[in-house]
């Protein structure tokens, strides 16, 4: 099966690389915009799997970037996280009714991220690390 692609929409040039290091190694292939403009260009162009969306970048903000997805029928149905700095309970708010599945603040847990990735795109959870199976070893 192949790897879910996921599209990182972020100004910030360490976030973005940040979270796209930690997507790659958890064998998710990803694409990069930094801004509002070219984040709907790469989604029309990459038709991702999934979207994790800043708030506060050039060229529009994520706002407009799901206002602009709901207008094209294919991308409307992508499921968008928002991983924002942006603080208070409106833009929390005003993102899950624009249509986000879920509202990520910054800095975001890496394991928090991953979770909520799998959850929104239907995978099983994995775990941190192998269970151990007491095999009667005394």
Do not use: W
């Amino acid at each position: 099966m192949p790897n879910k692609k996921i599209l990182i929409v972020d100004d910030d040039r360490d976030v973005q690389q940040g979270m796209n290091l930690r997507l790659k190694a958890n064998q998710y292939d990803t694409c990069l915009a930094g801004d509002a403009f070219s984040g709907v260009a790469e989604a029309r162009r990459s038709e991702p799997d999934l979207i994790l969306l800043d708030l506060g970048m050039p060229a529009g903000g994520g706002f407009l970037v799901m206002e602009r997805l709901k207008m094209i029928p294919s991308l409307a149905v992508i499921p968008v996280i928002v991983v924002s700095a942006r603080h208070g309970l409106e833009n929390q708010k005003r993102a899950l009714e624009s249509g986000a599945k879920a509202f990520l603040q910054k800095p975001v847990d890496d394991d928090q991220l991953l979770a909520v990735i799998r959850q929104t795109l239907g995978e099983p959870a994995r775990m941190k690390k192998p269970a151990l199976c007491n095999q009667g070893v005394v």
